[in-house]
């Protein structure tokens, strides 16, 4: 009989899951667990709404989880862009002083956003992965999976996090 999971880890780059292999997960986390989802999250949340598993931990990059964020399932870099209006009106439902989200809707890049929200302080990543998983437990629908989302910066630091939420673990 094949070991049923608890808990996958789904990201967005192979690169991605070594730096985040080593970050602060808990100790139940092995490698095993790890899968490199590419640009697809749409299709993968369809998959699990069918076979739940009791936890999903989704990470990437700032851009590919806004993605998700804005309601986006392909996060390929072909086939959908970033709001980056929409990331500073984000900021600004956080508290973003009106100069400061006319910075981040200047940028030319969602890291370019990131790091002008990071610069003053702004915790944009935070509220970007609670909005990814808004909309990865939209499409889970009813299916009963706690999911947490993860962004991870160019460095491989935790930028943003939005944890598992109550009655989902």
Sequence with gaps: KEKERKRLICFFKQKTAYEIYQCDWSSDVCSSD?????????GMLKYLR????????????FAKIAKLGQGLGDLHSARGMVDI???????????????????????????QALEAAQEHGVRLADAVARAARAEARRRL?????????????????????????????
């Design 34 to 42: 790890l899968i490199d989802m590419g640009d697809f999250a749409g």
């Design 50 to 61: 069918r076979h739940p598993v009791a936890k999903i931990s989704i990470a990437g990059g």
């Design 85 to 111: 209006d929409g990331l500073a009106a984000r900021a600004a439902d956080i508290g973003a002083t009106g100069d400061i989200a006319a910075t981040i809707a200047r940028a030319n890049t969602a890291s």
């Design 141 to 169: 629908g009813d299916a009963p999976v706690a999911v947490e989302i993860v962004i991870v910066d160019r460095q491989g630091a935790v930028a943003g996090r939005a944890g598992f939420e109550d009655g989902h673990g």
